[in-house]
């Protein structure tokens, strides 16, 4: 049994199979018995709508296609959204779950609508049905933001914006996990509306962090006092702290890094026993929960990508013995007990620890987080699989269903499964000239898209940098190219006075300053800014998982 299990998790195209065969069970029983719906109900066969009403799955579901390699149904799928999906809709939607799913979602399909085959406008990334989709779905997130902090509020209507009666209380993640999604939108889009409002939100909640540099679990996004003081990494707050540095990574932002930085100090300081993170209250750091949260499984990846390898592997090897001891990672572990903690035993089919082991495996190349991957393929075929898809489990101790299926799990769980087992893939940089690895960009095919580097948002939808600076600064880095050419065509004025050469007249009209190649009609000359037009982003991040900073 073990020689056989060893040789199965160390033969790629054997699980790589697995994992697509794994998909197409939950997908097309989707779209068998519950699309419209938001989710499928896999006990009964039939679905339900959970977080707004628009058909989430297909949208959490639709990149993943294209990482499987599915290119046409990934273009139906694209075109069926475009004609079915209404957000001006009478519903209250979570803001936070509407942003890292159906945002990003629609974001990353676009980005990735060229790889896939679709037909694009002219000048994408920088225009596209999906880009407005996104787009429009966002800006009925907006009324949200409208508060005297900047912070927003966790529900909104999307036909009618805020209700009068609505909470002012939310978890800090539902504050802090936005800068991807917006900032990707203002800068492909142009509109700065975004990206303003997702930076508004994190600084106005860098600025309620405690004494000892922490921040609680709830705040009131009115008053800024926090309404649960509960301190860790998280339910709650876990987002937050990944988007600090995802977003430092994909707008190599030293402002956001230096924010998660000094949050990290004081994460290591107060809640870290022995690798394991505990609960501890943000004011004066004793512990409050010590308990293990399986969302906390983000964090070794998270570790990895600031190059903190050895502290990221002992906490990954903590969490994979939780789940070695349940075959899945319950929601609480209370660490003292060794045991779950009442109520929350279940495993929703979570991604967080192979989301780990994925990036893990490609800093290290450590077989170790190829072994987690079999054994989650493993748990999750045996214990969750049903006639029409996958199940929550209610009880990881009696293997309890629950009739549900999260969209996290085709967006996240499958897509982080097929990449841990697939290190040549496209999203890793993988591939070589000729073969599709990059593609062209961008106003007459100026730019350079999908060579590596892309950022997974918290919903494991991937962002490509590239995309982003294509479409904002490719343009002013243009206009600076142009006045540097200007400066070199044009002699200096003490120049023309020391000789004034006889001009020779040629088959073609002179050029005057309007008429330089450097400038077009109607254009004034100013002064150039002398920034070189360089592309910071390189698969270098995705393969090695360094953020490089001036010092390093």
């Known amino acids: 049994y073990y020689s056989v299990k060893l040789l199965c998790y160390k033969s790629p195209a054997f699980n790589l199979q697995r994992i697509k065969s794994m998909f197409y069970h939950a997908y097309n029983n989707y779209l068998d018995n519950a699309f419209p719906y938001d989710e499928l109900r896999p006990i009964t066969c039939d679905g339900q709508d959970t977080w707004g009403s628009f058909s989430l799955t297909l949208i959490d579901a639709l990149d993943t296609l294209l990482v499987l390699g599915n290119r046409t149904e990934f273009q139906r799928v694209a075109s069926l959204l475009q004609d079915t ?31 896939a085959g679709m037909e694009l406008e002219p000048g994408w990334p920088c225009s596209g049905p999906l880009l407005r989709m996104a787009e429009d779905a966002a800006r009925k997130l907006l009324p949200a933001f409208q508060t005297p902090t900047g912070m927003p509020y966790g529900t909104v209507n999307l036909l ?64 800024k006092k926090w309404v649960a003081q509960d301190a860790g990494i998280g339910a709650g707050i876990d987002s937050y702290f990944e988007y600090l540095v995802k977003g430092a990574i994909m707008l190599q932002d030293e402002e956001l890094l230096n924010m998660f930085l000094e949050y990290d100090r004081a994460i290591q300081n107060y809640t870290r026993f022995d690798d394991w993170y505990l609960w501890v209250h943000m004011h004066k750091g004793t512990v409050s929960m010590p308990v293990f949260q399986s969302l906390e499984a983000f964090w070794p990846g998270l570790q990895s990508l600031l190059g903190n390898l050895d502290s990221a592997a002992k906490t990954f090897q903590n969490y994979y013995s939780v789940w070695r001891q349940f075959g899945g990672l319950p929601e609480f572990y209370s660490i003292p007990q060794g045991y779950t903690v009442d109520k929350r035993e279940g495993y929703p089919l979570r ?31 045996k214990v969750a699989k049903t006639p029409c898809g996958y199940a929550s489990v209610k009880d990881l101790r009696d293997h309890q269903l629950d009739n549900r299926m999260e969209s996290f799990f085709l967006a996240e769980t499958v897509k982080y499964l097929y990449l841990l087992f697939d290190p040549t893939h496209f999203l890793h940089g993988g591939g070589t000239e000729g073969d599709g690895s990059w593609e062209e960009g961008g106003e007459g095919g100026q730019c350079v898209l999908g060579a590596g580097g892309f950022i997974f948002n918290t919903e494991a939808h991937p962002l490509d940098p590239a995309a982003l600076y294509c479409c904002s600064r490719h343009a002013q880095d243009h206009q600076e190219l142009r006045h540097i050419l200007l400066n070199l065509s044009q002699p200096t004025e003490k120049s023309s006075r020391r000789s004034n050469p006889p001009t020779k007249h040629t088959d073609g009209p002179s050029l005057s300053q309007s008429e330089s ?6 254009e004034k000359k100013t002064p150039p800014l002398l920034s070189c037009p360089v592309q910071p982003f390189s698969a270098r991040f995705a393969i090695l998982g360094q953020v490089f900073t001036d010092n390093t």
């Open 160 to 223: 009618h914006g805020v209700s009068p009666t609505e909470t002012p209380v939310t978890c800090t993640a539902g504050v802090g996990t936005f800068i991807l999604e917006f900032a990707t939108l203002s800068r492909l889009t142009g509109d700065t509306t975004f990206e303003n409002a997702a930076r508004q939100a994190l600084r106005a909640l860098w600025k309620t962090r405690s004494d000892i540099g922490l921040v609680g679990n709830h705040i009131n996004v009115l008053s």
């Open 351 to 381: 991604p967080e620890l192979i989301e780990s082991a994925m990036y893990l495996f490609r800093a290290t190349g450590d077989h170790t987080y190829l072994q987690l991957g079999f054994d989650a393929l493993e748990s999750i075929e």
């Open 85 to 115: 999906v209404d957000f001006d809709i009478d519903v209250n939607a979570s803001v936070f779950e509407t942003n890292i799913r159906v945002v990003g979602g629609l974001l990353s399909a676009h980005l990735l609508a060229g790889r």
């Open 517 to 522: 190649i450097a400038l077009k009609p109607g």
